[in-house]
């Protein structure tokens, strides 16, 4: 298997920890939310950190809408996005409302290119058809790890992936990721420094397609940040280990990888993360309150 072989793995640890000595790409960085729901306190930091890291370096600031799940998104949710983020004071240079040389900007639009990974994934040999059921699911795991999204998966159908290549397309089934077994991950986070995952131990195989023909969070973002030649991703710290599973997928995928920049999570006076106070803490519902950008972004720093 191409995870074990030693030249594959010396080339990986090339590319991964090499020192740039290139003259450094322009830095091109991203605001990416879900138009699930309206966008609260910890989105503005995160996203007000993408903006000013952007700013500092002269860079580009990319708006992308992350609203491929058609159930859970919502157009005045998109619209809202835009328009808090713009009252916050964030401005981008390429977006689905102003264009750009990588439009289109909403992942409902950019189909072909996740088909295209998927496709190269399993003429890879990288994923296999998973048919267990919700149920099988709930009982075979281990106990979702703290703070994840995501419970280990057992690995329970890898030896369909035998089967991986009668697929014509991917529906129907979940596809997972075949994640090398006790392999470190480490990569160093321009905020939090060194980090380390072990594949197989911190997150099991994840699963890159849904049955119900939705591509999955891990595999758009690795595809399109590449797409869009995103230079660096600042983020949450809550995503720490799914950058670590987003980080075998760009190997796999053959595709360069981006710097991170992991934000602290902004939590209240009680140590709970504000994320989880949602509705309190909508942007919409602090402008309705009378806050000012600065107001709230000065929450950002106290919190
Ligand atoms: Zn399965």
């Known amino acids: 298997m191409r995870w074990t072989d030693g030249r594959a793995r010396r080339l990986y640890n090339h590319f991964m920890h090499a020192t740039p000595t290139a003259p450094a790409a322009p830095y091109r960085g991203r ?4 138009p699930t729901g309206l966008l609260h306190i910890g989105h503005a930091c995160t996203f007000w950190t993408a903006y000013q890291r952007a700013l500092a370096q002269d860079g580009t600031l990319v708006f992308r809408n992350e609203d491929l799940d058609p159930q859970r998104s919502k157009a005045k949710f998109a619209e809202a996005m835009l328009e808090d983020l713009r009252w916050l004071g964030i401005r981008w240079q390429e977006g689905p409302d102003v264009g750009g040389m990588f439009a289109p900007y909403e992942q409902s639009r950019r189909r072909e290119f996740y088909l295209a990974a998927w496709r190269s994934l399993r ?4 994923v296999y058809p998973c048919t267990c059921s919700r149920k099988d699911l709930a009982t075979a795991a ?71 023909d939705v591509p999955a969070y ?13 230079t660096e991703v600042v983020r949450g ?17 053959g595709l360069p990888s981006p710097a991170y920049y992991h934000c602290d999570l902004v939590r209240d006076e009680a140590g709970e993360r504000l994320a989880k106070r949602h509705d309190a803490l909508s942007l919409r519902r602090l402008r309705e309150q009378g806050y000012s950008p600065q107001q709230v972004l000065n929450m950002c720093t106290s919190g």
């Open 31 to 34: 605001v990416a939310p879900s």
């Open 123 to 126: 003429n890879g040999g990288f």
């Open 142 to 212: 281990a106990a979702p790890n703290e703070g994840d999204d995501e419970p280990r998966y057992s690995g329970r159908c890898r030896t369909r992936i035998r089967e991986a290549a009668q697929h014509e397309t991917p529906e129907g089934v979940n596809w997972r990721f075949l994640v090398p077994d006790g392999e470190e991950i480490q990569f160093d986070d321009r905020h939090l420094g060194p980090e380390r995952f072990v594949a197989g131990e911190d997150f099991g195989d994840l699963v890159i397609w849904r049955r119900d």
């Open 218 to 230: 891990q595999l758009t973002v690795v595809v399109d940040d590449a797409a869009m030649q995103i």
């Open 237 to 253: 710290a809550d995503l720490l280990k799914s950058t670590a599973r987003q980080l075998l997928l760009i190997r796999a995928l």
